[in-house]
């Protein structure tokens, strides 16, 4: 390849096998051929991840419409002896993934114990209904979810009371959207003075926060919220739905919070965060923890079992003991 450009570009056979070192009958050979040397291409060779191309494809289409997160499914290979890394699980599932639209919201960073962000997100309507309540905090992205079969105003207090009892204090204020159960009327006062509804006002003077709400039809001014639903939904929703969905069952709000608590606390809540470069849980212990105002007085430990509170306050009958949903799940990760 060499001979020939260097001889379309003018140099002599002398000066060509001068620079190659090659004699310059080689290069009349080869320019008389008419022909370049080609590599031929390899064999494709086998690899770590091949023998479980079948279960991916089988995984992604229980899932659909929705699609599971890379690291999520790494984790169920690795259960199933895959030695191989990330980035190969990845690049098979990449032709399959939608490419995300670029969030166009600037990022508004806050300091330790100052702002966190809330909102419900839902997972399933009509009459079998599944949502989930969150909060991040917005310095250490230290996350938190309970799984709930509404959205009301009476879900959305005690939503906030476990909270605060797992997070061991409360942020100086919360963000939230402009749900019902949240205000009545935006700027029912003046601007920047609205109408709260009257649960969450009581809630916010119960524990010293300040709630705060996002633009109109703009949910993306809590962008770190928003991010970590669809988070919440690759990486934990959609692959803990599509194995119980695979066995024929479909997952329940118990089963849900069953489950996620461990997600958060091994998962979520470890993961190195882009921005911060720390897993939320040592930042959160690190910087945020002690800049937390304390629970008022009134707040007694609440040890929450989270069967009984879904079953008896929120009354939503489960479709199995929770004990055959964890031997499912257990024999299916196995």
């Not at 709000?253 to 720390?278: C, I, P, S, Y």
Request: proline letters at 7%; a positive charge.
């Amino acid at each position: 390849m060499q001979i020939h450009v260097l001889q379309a570009q003018g140099l002599s056979l002398r000066e060509i096998a001068r620079r190659l070192g090659v004699s310059r009958n080689t290069i009349t050979r080869y320019l008389a051929s008419g022909d370049v040397p080609r590599y031929k291409a390899r064999a494709p060779r086998p690899t770590k991840l091949e023998p479980f191309h079948d279960y991916i494809r089988q995984r992604m289409d229980a899932a659909a419409p929705d699609w599971i997160a890379a690291p999520a499914l790494l984790r169920e290979l690795k259960a199933q002896g895959y030695r191989g890394e990330l980035r190969s699980v990845q690049a098979f599932m990449q032709l399959h993934k939608p490419v995300p639209a670029e969030d166009p919201v600037v990022r508004f960073e806050t300091a330790p114990g100052q702002q966190m962000q809330c909102d419900f997100v839902v997972f399933r309507r009509g009459t079998d209904p599944l949502y989930a309540f969150t909060a991040t905090l917005g310095f250490s992205r230290w996350r938190w979810v309970m799984f709930t079969t509404d959205e009301k105003a009476v879900t959305l207090v005690r939503c906030h009371h476990a909270l605060f009892e797992a997070l061991g204090g409360v942020p100086k204020e919360i963000l939230y959207d402009n749900a019902k159960t949240i205000v009545i009327t935006r700027d029912a006062y003046g601007e920047g003075l609205h109408d709260w509804h009257s649960d969450l006002l009581d809630l916010a003077k119960r524990y010293s926060f300040v709630p705060r709400l996002c633009r109109p039809y703009r949910a993306q001014t809590k962008g770190k919220v928003e991010r970590f639903h669809r988070y919440l939904r690759g990486n934990f929703y959609v692959p803990l739905s599509s194995l119980l969905k695979q066995t024929g069952l479909v997952l329940d709000v118990d089963t849900a919070n069953a489950e996620v608590g461990k997600w958060l606390r091994d998962v979520a809540n470890q993961r190195v965060h882009a921005f911060t470069g720390m897993p939320p849980a040592a930042l959160f212990e690190q910087r945020e923890r002690a800049t937390l105002q304390p629970l008022p007085g009134f707040a007694r430990p609440l040890q929450i079992n989270m069967r009984r509170w879904s079953m008896t306050d929120m009354e939503v009958p489960m479709q199995h003991p929770l004990s055959v949903y964890q031997r499912l799940l257990t024999e299916v990760r196995a």
